[in-house]
């Protein structure tokens, strides 16, 4: 189904769970525990965990901030993508550390809905993949201060215009953490 020829696989991509990132997101907890059962079952199942963390300006790598939350164990095999700008593919080595392990297909977790989950789901589409959210593993903070929708709303309507996004030859889905299968 993925235009990339020869790309079977499929990788979890765990974008910006950071301390700093998810301090304030919406049902965090939540959140952050259907990660871990993701994670655990990528695991289980041989498929690449892809951890990528976001810094900039305002989140300084190397900072408390810029850590991974304590709760999602990255394992030393596990890559780790390291990137400045909102789609994690721009100016970073997921595209071809994803080319090495043959992978096609992505299923999508993090945060933030309105910035880097959105930004990396059509990132990925765009370049050919087959992109799953798992509609109740992402999330974002409060921005109604800047006129942004309450984040229940944010998350819900993204997980709405994913589910009916379309292009030829790949495929976008959306799926509920429990529902969400790493086998063919």
């Known amino acids: 189904m993925t235009t990339l020829?020869?790309?079977?696989?499929?990788?979890?991509?765990?974008?910006?769970?950071?301390?700093?990132?998810?301090?304030?997101?919406?049902?965090?907890?939540?959140?952050?525990?259907?990660?871990?059962?993701?994670?655990?079952?990528?695991?289980?199942?041989?498929?690449?965990?892809v951890w990528v963390q976001h810094s900039d300006d305002?989140?300084?790598?190397?900072?408390?901030?810029?850590?991974?939350?304590?709760?999602?164990?990255?394992?030393?095999q596990e890559p780790v993508v390291h990137k400045s700008f909102s789609d994690a593919f721009d100016d970073t080595d997921l595209e071809q550390m994803l080319a090495a392990a043959a992978v096609g297909r992505l299923m999508i977790a993090g945060a933030q809905t309105d910035e880097c989950i959105r930004s990396t789901i059509h990132g990925a589409f765009v370049r050919g993949y087959d992109v799953t959210l798992v509609s109740?593993?992402?999330?974002?903070?409060?921005?109604?201060?800047?006129?942004a929708p309450p984040p229940d709303q944010v998350i819900a309507f993204t997980n709405l215009y994913w589910k009916y996004h379309q292009g030829p030859g790949r495929t976008a889905a959306v799926e509920e953490t429990k529902d969400i299968t790493f086998t063919g």
Request: avoid cysteine; glycine fraction near 6%.
């Open 5 to 49: 020829p020869d790309r079977p696989n499929t990788a979890l991509v765990v974008l910006d769970m950071q301390k700093g990132v998810v301090a304030e997101a919406h049902q965090r907890d939540a959140v952050v525990s259907n990660i871990a059962a993701l994670v655990d079952r990528a695991r289980e199942a041989g498929v690449p965990v």
């Open 58 to 76: 305002r989140l300084e790598k190397g900072s408390e901030a810029w850590e991974y939350v304590p709760e999602l164990g990255r394992r030393d």
């Open 136 to 147: 109740d593993a992402h999330t974002t903070e409060d921005l109604t201060e800047w006129g």
